[in-house]
């Protein structure tokens, strides 16, 4: 069965961080473009930071650059999250989704929801104090 599982959300206080993983199973993530996205309540999905298939290339969007960083172990089949500074505003359902496009150069993938063929179910991610 083809799935991604994501984990590691929970309650954080501002200023600190949590690490999201996004689990494979049926299928090898190295040959996939993967994506995080994140959803609060009222608002659109939307893209937080994605990585390549092909040379482990990142992108971020600017309101998460410099505290947020994406990377990949193939070995795991599993890709992270890694959040710091975390801020209020950052409170969300965060998703990992897997795009096996390469019709686009990496950035269009935080915004091309449409590409993504598999998502995950979602973990949640509160900042509060």
């Known amino acids: 069965q083809v799935q991604l599982v994501e984990s590691g959300g929970g309650l954080v206080k501002p200023g600190g961080s949590l690490k999201l993983s996004c689990a494979a199973s049926?299928?090898?993530?190295?040959?996939?473009?993967i994506g995080w996205f994140r959803q609060s309540p009222g608002k659109e999905r939307e893209g937080v930071s994605c990585?390549?298939?092909?040379?482990?290339?990142?992108y971020y969007a600017d309101s998460v650059k410099g505290r947020f960083t994406i990377s990949r172990d193939n070995a795991k089949n599993t890709v992270y999250l890694q959040m710091h500074s975390l801020k209020p505003e950052a409170t969300a359902v965060y998703y990992c989704?897997?795009?096996?496009?390469?019709?686009?150069?990496?950035?269009?993938?935080?915004?091309?929801?449409?590409?993504?063929?598999?998502w995950g179910q979602g973990t949640q991610v509160t900042v509060s104090s």
């Open positions: 989704a897997a795009t096996d496009s390469l019709d686009y150069t990496l950035r269009h993938y935080l915004r091309l929801l449409r590409e993504y063929r598999i």
């Open positions: 990585i390549s298939s092909t040379d482990d290339s990142t």
């Open positions: 049926g299928f090898a993530l190295d040959n996939y473009v």
